[in-house]
């Protein structure tokens, strides 16, 4: 670090500023990694007894890894030393199937289909107004991706419309759900998503039939928004809270808020005390904010 510091710290102030904190956070990442290398070999010491030939699967290599950090390298070094072979191939087909994995459960685009043109944008009108009549201008089928001119009853799809007070996933808070409704038909919104320039609204069809171009009323679940608005205002709290007992050093690094929970990331050289949550807890419920932050801006 001192090295880092005298070459970089010219250029980045902030290098100087944070010495102590990038000290800590190093030795706390050597240290772990120090254990994550003797967990993983006490466990993969344990498989190595029960295989019946002397090769290590791609299966427990990539396993290892993925749950347990275990590097690739120190399996190969120990089959090595132990007279094993190790099914690397096996475990690149492993990680390439994890990184499919991922990126289809991370976005909607891989089920839309190339030929969908939507141009322009969807107006978003959900900070004013919880209900809103709009048109529709897409409907695509989740199952086969393909763009359809009308849902049938249980038929799952993305619906795209011209404005709408759903809110799309974003910042960490989920989408909204709700209702598409008309003159005999009821479409269920399970989840928003961001698409583009476009509002996605994923779910299903519940009742009736629903045409491309139609009319429809789009409702949102006031109550369970509600609940999510009131979780986002916690972690605005828990945030300043946290700067207000531990320092400015205190940075967001993530978060997750539902109508159930909230989770928030954030920098810290160590994990905090019991004593320090109780204080923690303190502050935010008996909202002794206000005498540590000053004015407190709710969302």
Request: cysteine-free; hydrophobic content about 35%.
């Amino acid at each position: 670090v001192p090295t880092l510091i005298k070459q970089m710290g010219d250029a980045y102030p902030i290098l100087k500023k944070n010495s102590k904190l990038i000290k800590v956070n190093i030795l706390e990442e050597e240290e772990q990694f120090a254990l994550t290398l003797v967990q993983g070999m006490s466990l993969l010491k344990e498989e190595v007894k029960n295989l019946k030939e002397k090769n290590i699967p791609g299966e427990l290599v990539f396993k290892l890894y993925d749950t347990y950090g275990f590097p690739p390298d120190m399996t190969a070094d120990f089959a090595r030393e132990n007279n094993l072979k190790v099914d690397l191939k096996g475990y690149k087909r492993a990680m390439v199937k994890q990184k499919e994995r991922g990126r289809g459960a991370s976005t909607f685009n891989s089920v839309l289909p190339e030929s969908l043109n939507l141009k322009g944008s969807t107006n978003f009108v959900g900070y004013e107004k919880n209900e809103v009549k709009a048109k529709i201008l897409e409907l695509v089928s989740i199952s086969d991706g393909k763009a359809q001119q009308k849902l049938k009853r249980n038929q799952e799809a993305i619906v795209f419309l011209d404005k709408t007070p759903f809110y799309a996933e974003s910042g960490g808070q989920v989408g909204d759900s709700g209702v598409l409704i008309g003159d005999k038909f009821e479409f269920q919104v399970n989840d928003t998503q961001k698409i583009g320039d476009h509002i996605g609204h994923v779910g299903e069809m519940k009742k009736g039939s629903l045409s491309k171009g139609s009319n429809v009323d789009a409702k949102i679940d006031l109550k369970r928004r509600n609940k999510i608005a009131a979780n986002h205002s916690a972690a605005h709290i828990l945030n300043a809270a946290l700067r207000g007992l531990f320092g400015s050093d205190i940075e967001q690094r993530g978060s997750y808020v539902d109508e159930t929970h909230l989770r928030f990331d954030f920098t810290h050289p160590k994990a905090l005390s019991l004593k320090e949550i109780k204080n923690l807890e303190e502050v935010i419920v008996h909202t002794k904010l206000l005498s540590i932050m000053g004015n407190i801006y709710f969302y």
